[in-house]
């Protein structure tokens, strides 16, 4: 019996398992997006993205740097980060149970 249910997809579990496990997702991917966030202010003050004066790009540089500190701190957390996301969503999944 086991075995047929694990061999199903989650889409052909119950619809409170399914829900679930979309549930989960959901938390788990806001939980990344806070992490990502964190992760940028920080790249921010470190001065990633500062262009130097010799070779800098110009106005358009200085326009699109947030966009690369902001890209590079979403890669960050989705290859681990900090370990944040993961606390965050424990967090955030035991207080959605909780309601």
Do not use: Y
């Not at 940028?40 to 130097?52: C, P, R, W, Y």
């Not at 957390?77 to 035991?94: C, I, N, R, T």
Request: hydrophobic fraction near 45%.
């Amino acid at each position: 019996m086991i075995d047929k249910i694990q061999g199903t997809p989650p889409s052909a579990l119950s619809p409170a398992a399914s829900a679930a496990n979309s549930g989960d997702a959901s938390l788990r991917a806001a939980a990344e997006a806070l992490e990502a966030n964190f992760l940028a202010e920080m790249l921010k003050s470190t001065g990633l993205g500062n262009s130097g004066s010799e070779f800098g790009g110009g106005v358009g540089e200085e326009q699109f740097n947030s966009f690369l500190v902001q890209a590079q701190a979403k890669e960050i957390a989705a290859s681990g980060g900090l370990g944040l996301a993961e606390h965050l969503f424990e967090a955030l999944k035991v207080r959605a149970n909780a309601e």
